[in-house]
């Protein structure tokens, strides 16, 4: 008896202890559906620096090739989960010649790749296969981190949709493109916390220095100018390297060969005959 009442004891205590150590995990059960009223964004970027930014719940319909890497770029807040689901109209089936391997990747604002908690990211398609779905769930954007954790935090973010293995016979086909980016904000982490600044890409040069200001007066720089004391300006004379070891090596090298060149000439040379 004693030993059942330990026993169910203990199970009581992980009845009670597993809904506080169970975290929501998002799923791919529900649809990402698109926004109403929502513009249809019809282009896609070649890199990052003009990838085609997008807005959560915006749909995207792009005609693409084979083998192309497509970019798309979105805004992340605090406290959001993004769900990316991508559908991939292939080439007909009599077209191809094998299967061919997707996968849909996303990168934050310094360019660090965002693990995919969920969803079928690299799913390949065999060759009678009309389409491929594509999905990536990302991490809850925290509001800070450690530099060094690679946590997602507030910022752009860029999907990146490219084939990474196919018969190069296939390369160039057309194909259909359907994305979509959903934001949940059923929640926030308690982070503690505030980012600041997001994570935005700089894409506007920054502005000239100003010059550095004229000297104080009473500062020996006050009132200098490159013409000597005598009036005349020494500005075209070559500036004076700064003398270290190697210079005294090389003249010290050279002298000596010069020295060595007179002896070996004086005893080469043969003397002259007396008439």
Known sequence: MRVLT??????????LAAPA?????????????????????????????????????QPV??????????????????????????????PPAADRTGDQAWTVEVFDGLRRRQACVDGVQSPV???ADAEVKLRCTLRRVRSWAEPWSGDPLPGTY?????????????????????????ADEAGTSADDGELAAPLN???????????????????????SSDAGDDGWNWDWLPS????????????GGGMLAAIAGVVGFALTRRPRAVR
Request: avoid cysteine; glycine fraction near 10%; charge should be negative.
């Open 125 to 127: 398609a065999k060759t």
């Open 201 to 223: 890409p700089v894409t506007k040069a920054g502005t000239v220095n100003a010059q550095p200001s004229a000297a104080p007066s009473g500062s020996p720089l006050a009132g």
């Open 158 to 182: 860029y999907v990146r949709l490219s084939i990474t293995a196919m018969p190069e016979k296939d390369l160039g086909q057309p194909a259909k493109v359907s994305l979509l980016v959903g």
């Open 61 to 90: 319909e792009v005609d693409a090739a084979t083998g192309e890497y497509l970019y798309w770029s979105f805004a992340a807040t605090a406290g959001q989960v993004h769900d990316i689901a991508a559908t991939v109209t292939l």
């Open 6 to 15: 330990v026993l169910g004891g203990a199970a009581l205590l992980l009845g």
């Open 240 to 251: 004076l390297p700064e003398f270290s070891a190697r210079w005294f090596w090389t003249a």
């Open 21 to 57: 150590q169970a975290a929501p995990t998002p799923t791919t059960d529900t649809e990402v559906t698109p926004s109403p009223g929502a513009q249809t964004v019809t282009k896609a970027g070649t890199n990052f620096n003009n990838a085609a930014a997008v807005d959560a719940g």
